[in-house]
Structures are given as C-alpha cells and as structure tokens.
C-alpha cells in the first residue's frame, strides 16, 4: 500500500524557518518524481515544488523561489522541504504528492499544517 | 504570470451530467499540458481522477470521464452520485512547472 506521510509543521515566526519531511513507503520511491503542494485556509491548492526521481532537477513556484528548497534521501525514502524566511501568506497546510514525468500525479500524504505567525 | 481558470461553482441534480472546465491564460489547453484532475473533500487527502487528459486510475468511478473540449481541458461526471459533492482541481503542466486552477465548488442538490 502506497504511504505518504508528512511532518514537520508547527508555529513559527514570520523570518523563520522550518523543515517539512514526507516519509514514503509502499513504492520504489527511487522511481518517482515527487511534488509539494500547499492550501492556505479557505484557499485552493497551490503548487510549489517539484524533484526529478534522483534529485537532478528541481523546480520552484514563483511565489516561494529563492526561499524553499526541496531535497530527497532515496536511502531513506523521504522527501524534504526546507522553508526559510517564511511568511504569514505561507500559512498552509503543505502535502507531499507522487508524480511519474510529467504527466501524472495520484497519490497524496495527508498533510501538515505550517502557521507563520507572531 | 500564468493563471488557470475554472468554474467557482456548479450545481448538478443526482443522476445528471455536468462538465467542469479548466482553461489556461496562454493559450489552448492541449494533450501537452497533461492535465490531471483531483477531488478533495474537506479534511481529506485530495484524490487523484485523471492523468494526462483522459486516463483513469485504477480508483477512479466510470462516470468520470476527461477530454479537451473547446480549447479547455474538460471533466465530465456522468450520473453523478451525492458523494461527489466536493472541490474538483484541474492541474496543468508548464514545461517544468505545474499551476492548478482556482477548483471548483460542485454541489449535488
């Protein structure tokens, strides 16, 4: 059974940072390309990065380049986000997803809220 | 900066037929956007229905359907069931990036 589970989210201060992890299992997480994607409240999803299956490229929604940078262990099945300078529209709950190339994306980790806030 | 548009809401009658839409701002949605379509329902994952236009996890009811109609991508729900009331999303690719549109609030009533 494919398994995809975040953690990492909590409160932190607008100009922090944090750490998201997503820990997979029931695949060869080796295979798949890998994607984060957030929902501020009363919001619509967003897409915000992307990783080849191997860790040679990444990819970045504008709103959050420069600032958050994805990462993988394929030796220990786990996807990262590290999120730096965050602020309160960052405010969201962040799920990891699986993708194969560019056309598929089917599977979905439950979630993890992060609230930027003072 | 590309914006993906699609319905904010639909209202369908148990057993009837409605078609959500998903239009991207550069232009024609084509088979090389590989749109996907998701439902989410408050409080859960959201869950995958179609990938690339038109093709069906195995998961997927056989009263949802996806095309390109019109320049758009296209879902089709066919029989709708009172369980698909919830938020649908039509994802698009953009040559490394992804954008999904503002979803679509469908109600079954």
């Known amino acids: 059974e494919v398994q995809l589970v975040e953690s990492g989210g909590g409160l932190v201060q607008p100009g922090g940072s944090l750490r998201l992890s997503c820990a997979a299992s029931?695949?060869?997480?080796?295979?798949?390309?890998m994607h984060w994607v957030r929902q501020a409240p009363g919001k619509g999803l967003v897409w915000v990065s992307r990783?080849?299956?191997?860790?040679?490229?990444?990819a970045y929604a504008d709103s959050v380049k420069g600032r958050f940078t994805i990462s993988r262990d394929n030796d220990k099945n786990t996807l990262y986000l590290q999120m730096n300078s965050l602020r309160a529209d960052d405010t969201a709950v962040y799920y990891c997803?699986?993708?194969?190339?560019?056309?598929?994306?089917?599977?979905w980790g439950q979630g993890t809220l992060v609230t930027v806030s003072s | 900066q590309t914006v993906v548009t699609q319905e904010p809401s639909l209202t369908v009658s148990p057993g009837g037929t409605v078609t959500l839409t998903c239009a991207s701002s550069?232009?024609?949605?084509?088979?090389?956007?590989?749109p996907n379509w998701f439902q989410h329902k408050p409080g859960q994952a959201p869950r995958a229905l179609i990938f690339?236009?038109?093709n069906k996890h195995s998961w997927t009811p056989a009263r949802f359907s996806g095309s390109l109609l019109g320049g758009k991508a296209a879902l089709t729900l066919s029989g709708v069931q009172p369980e698909d009331e919830a938020e649908y999303y039509c994802l698009l690719y953009y040559g490394g990036a992804w954008v999904f549109g503002g979803g679509t609030k469908l109600t079954v009533l």
């Open positions: 550069t232009g024609a949605v084509t088979s090389g956007y590989y």
């Open positions: 990783i080849h299956s191997d860790g040679s490229s990444t």
């Open positions: 029931g695949f060869t997480f080796s295979d798949c390309w």
């Open positions: 997803a699986r993708g194969y190339g560019s056309g598929l994306v089917d599977y």
């Open positions: 690339s236009t038109s």
